[in-house]
């Protein structure tokens, strides 16, 4: 069955206090992995897109790696307006977009 | 108007009402989605509509019923809703099926 599974469930950082989230997925046949942004009360915001492994992608203090059965969110020096829930999501067949969780960010000044 | 727009944002209804939310995408895309976002839940796909044609229909109750007039626009028809799909609904486009998506700010729908 294909599965998406995103980790921590939550972390608190200090600002400038990097670290990285984890997105390990099961799923015949990988057609792509997304990461989106969510804030409070708002609809997610596409970051990336990543289709093998070995791809990296980068925005800002954002960099989003992929191998064969997971991707990292790697965030340098957060900043307080980091804050927010990152979905992963992956593309299987029939181009079904699988979300996880997400991982619930709070980066404190 | 930009992006993906909705309306309307929150929705309080009865479990006898009918009502209708409304989506509409100004990036010249082909493909439109519902979602629906629960607490502690992954997003769940319920509709996919391509080139105006429903092409994924995901288990979902028939009290939701889904309506695409053109490739702007997406409605999600409303009716004798139960306490548990009180939830964010999110509509998302893209420019083909498969493509990354671009969501709207959703509806907050409670159903008392």
Known sequence: ?109 | ETGVTQTPRHLVMGMTNKKSLKCEQHLGHNAMYWYKQSAKKPLELMFVYSLEERVENNSVPSRFSPECPNSSHLFLHLHTLQPEDSALYLCASSQWRGDEQFFGPGTRLTVL
């Open chain 1, 1 to 109: 069955e294909d599965q998406v599974t995103q980790s921590p469930e939550a972390l608190r950082l200090q600002e400038g206090e990097s670290s990285s989230l984890n997105c390990s997925y099961t799923v015949s046949g990988l057609r792509g992995l997304f990461w989106y942004r969510q804030d409070p009360g708002k609809g997610p915001e596409f970051l990336f897109t990543l289709y093998s492994a070995g791809e990296e992608k980068e925005k800002e203090r954002l960099k989003a790696t992929l191998t064969k059965k997971e991707s990292f969110l790697h965030i340098t020096a957060p900043k307080p307006e980091d804050s927010a829930t990152y979905l992963c999501a992956v593309q299987a067949r029939a181009d079904k977009l699988i979300f996880g969780t997400g991982t619930r960010l709070q980066v404190f000044p």
